[in-house]
């Protein structure tokens, strides 16, 4: 623990990754956890499987001993107590070590806001660790927490990880219960972690019903055997720059190193962009009132004022392309075992922005637009998975994304160990890069 606070203090003034850690609580909870091991020897992980782990939890997620901003200047309302992820890990013996940046309620898919620095990406520090959930994958990537926690309600995830080449992994919705839930239905609660084993053994501590999010009792196992030989569809959407299609092609190439079927699968969904936006906006306008305007991300309330021009039958057609979204890929999952495709079609932006050039006006309603392989599956409520697969020429990370049927995330993991031993090991980030 002195080591990865001594980490912290050395490179986290260049990297922006946290916005609050418990350094005096970390430092009690690892001596209690030495005293555990002096006493019990080994058999002190037999009920607490985390025990000693570092783990660092967005600003979103609610923590008995921080303070919780949500990213925002906005007054943070919810009650002062560890979520049920949070309370799960520590039982399990982890260690919460901080609070990690995001966007403002987490409304972009980058780590800008009034509240804290925009958190840099480890590989290229004028680059974006992508986001919400930015400071979670920059605080794994460069060593500073073995695991984080971060929420994904359009592939604020999956976004990062690919960015900054660590794992990141979106469970199947509500299979770890996001207390208090979201308005909007999209988001889900998921780890980082430098390898698939690290994210699977957080999300098995937090997997499990709460009755704050009455979806968690609901949620539905894929228990269909998988074959040894997997059926997958390959999945290439417009717009993706020829580095990161050129990584992507390491990712097929392992499938079918591994023995699986890889077949060229179309679209088989028109774009559900524009009901997404609906969505959010609904949900983002109908939890701020006008009096909060003055203390709002500038880009969110962009957002917020055009979910107050929406009517009920605008919504009502968005989840209804929302329910037919699912239907469809409902049927697709008859058919394939998982799908495959890269994670993010384009590399790390500039560190200030919240997408491309072209997506860089909140305004114009298209914040989110550039990363069509990861909201789609947060309307259909689907596991997903985004491995580190490769770097471009300018030495940026790639991700590769695995999803799977909705509750197949014991399918889905498997197979993404089984294509992470296939796969060269992304190098460690050269700490000269995060030093300012």
Known sequence: ????????????????????????????????????????????????????????????????????????????????????????????????????????YGWSASTVSRVAPPTRNPWDPERTAGGSSGGSAAAVAAGLCTVALGTDGAGSIRIPAAFCGVVGYKPSFARIPYVPPCADRLSHLGPFGRSVADVAAAAAVATGADPGDPDSAAVAVDRRRAPQRLRIGWLDFPGTEPAVEAAGATLRAALVGLGHQVEDLPLPFADPYPALVDILAAADAAGTSPADELDCDPGRLAVIRYGRTLDGAAVARAEETRLRLRIGLGEVMRRYDLLAMTTVPVEPFGVDAIGPDWAADPADLRWLAWSPATYPFNMTGQPAISLPIGRTPAGLPVGGQLVGPAGGDQLLLATAAQVEAHLPALEPVPQSAMRG
């Not at 490179?11 to 019990?40: G, K, N, T, W, Y």
């Not at 925002?72 to 107590?81: E, F, G, T």
Request: glycine fraction near 4%; aromatic fraction near 2%; proline fraction near 5%.
């Open 1 to 104: 623990m002195t080591a990865a606070l001594k980490a912290i203090a050395e490179r986290d003034p260049a990297l922006r990754a946290f916005v609050a850690v418990a350094q005096d609580a970390a430092l009690r909870d690892a001596e209690a956890a030495d005293l555990l091991i002096r006493r019990a020897g080994p058999a002190a992980w037999q009920d607490r499987p985390l025990l000693g782990v570092t783990v660092a939890v967005k600003d979103l997620i609610q923590t008995t001993d921080l303070a919780t901003t949500r990213g925002s200047l906005l007054v943070n309302d919810r009650p002062r107590r560890d979520a049920p992820a949070v309370a799960r890990l520590r039982a399990a013996g982890a260690v919460v070590i901080g609070k990690t940046t995001t966007s403002e």
